[in-house]
């Protein structure tokens, strides 16, 4: 929740405010207008199955191994204090979780020169944060681009993402945000005014079925793209409604056409929808976290069946776009 002595603070102070940042990527060209900067936060209130960012989504740094580039000289093994890695190299996750909270966290990851197991999640400053994104201004201006936050989900982090918005904002640069909508009301409302392009997910319009695929309930998601859209309206960002296309989920034309329905019903100022096709490019992290990967059977949707659903979307004339 933004506290409300925020508002009023100024840059400088503000710019001290940290969260924690799984990854900045620089030159991401499908995160929204132009060249840009995406700076993916750490933490998400949803599990959904086919994420394909399962290191976002504990609030707390985790340790991946990824045993393809491993040449098994087992410094790693030496250098975990408290016994986690076995002979076989994979390390017992239930010592590692807390890993964070310990006198030499994450000492494996230090020598492992073939970078194969390393930490994600870092506690950085709003400061520091720009102080990386700054550098790509020129690539913004000639682009049209500008940073988005992904995550996880930056909303579960919403202090940090209000500053940090403000900051950009202040220094004039195009601000963009991926969201699952599944975050506070209040907090939207004090961070929407501080974006140029917002992304937010509607799932699926059964609340269970959302509940049973993504751990929750469609109620806030629902209210929070009728809040983004009236603001919209207010302060004229782009508001962009994605569906990720989830075979055995959401990927009939039922499914779609209530998406739609909803939106061509309850929404204004919508500028686009995009369907988003299931894929499997996330897989390998699940295995390098230790979890398995909960879809391994499903096939992504065919560009037939997609090109079929984007046919329900223009029959509610809903401009269609692909970032
Ligand atoms: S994450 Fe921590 S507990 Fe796990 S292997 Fe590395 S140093 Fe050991
Ligand atoms: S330190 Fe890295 S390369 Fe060496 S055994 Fe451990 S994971 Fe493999
Ligand atoms: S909302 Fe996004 S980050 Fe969170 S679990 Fe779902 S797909 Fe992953």
Not at 36 to 41: A, D, L, Q, S
Not at 77 to 90: E, V
Not at 155 to 172: G, K, S
Not at 223 to 242: C, H, P, Q, S, V
Request: aromatic share 10%; with cysteine.
């Amino acid at each position: 929740m933004i506290r409300d002595e925020l508002l009023t603070q100024d840059i400088g102070q503000l710019s001290e405010i940290s969260g924690i940042v799984a990854n900045i990527e620089r030159y991401a060209i499908n995160d929204g207008a132009g060249v840009r900067t995406t700076v993916f936060t750490k933490g998400c209130y949803l599990r959904c199955r086919w994420c394909s960012n399962p290191e976002t989504q504990l609030f707390a740094p985790e340790m991946s191994f990824f045993p393809d580039k491993c040449f098994g000289c087992k410094n790693c093994l030496r250098a975990c204090p408290y016994g986690a890695i076995g002979d076989d190299l994979n390390a017992d996750r239930s010592i590692c979780r807390d890993c964070h909270t310990r006198e030499h966290p994450f000492a494996c990851t230090t020598t492992c020169y073939a970078k194969c197991r390393k930490m994600t999640g870092e506690t950085m400053t709003v400061k520091q944060v720009y102080d990386i994104v700054k550098r790509d201004v020129p690539f913004y201006e000639a682009s049209g681009g500008g940073v988005t936050l992904s995550g996880g989900e930056p909303m579960a982090q919403p202090e940090f993402t209000y500053a940090l918005l403000r900051m950009l904002t202040e220094r004039w640069i195009d601000t963009a945000i991926e969201t699952c909508g599944y975050a506070d009301k209040e907090d939207y409302e004090k961070v929407l005014p501080y974006l140029n392009t917002v992304f937010m997910d509607l799932k699926h319009m059964d609340s269970e079925k959302h509940r049973l695929w993504t751990g929750q309930g469609n109620d806030l998601v629902l209210e929070n793209i009728k809040l983004a859209d009236r603001m919209a309206g207010t302060y004229g960002n782009k508001l962009f409604i994605r569906i990720p296309v989830i075979p055995g989920f959401n990927d009939t034309a039922e499914a779609i056409d209530a998406a739609a329905r909803f939106v061509a019903r309850e929404c204004t100022h919508v500028t686009g929808m995009e369907l988003l096709p299931y894929h499997k490019l996330g897989r390998g992290k699940y295995y390098s976290l230790g979890r398995t990967y909960p879809l391994e059977d499903l096939t992504p949707p065919s560009k037939e069946q997609m090109d079929e659903l984007n046919r329900i979307l223009a029959g509610y004339e809903i401009p269609i776009y692909k970032f």
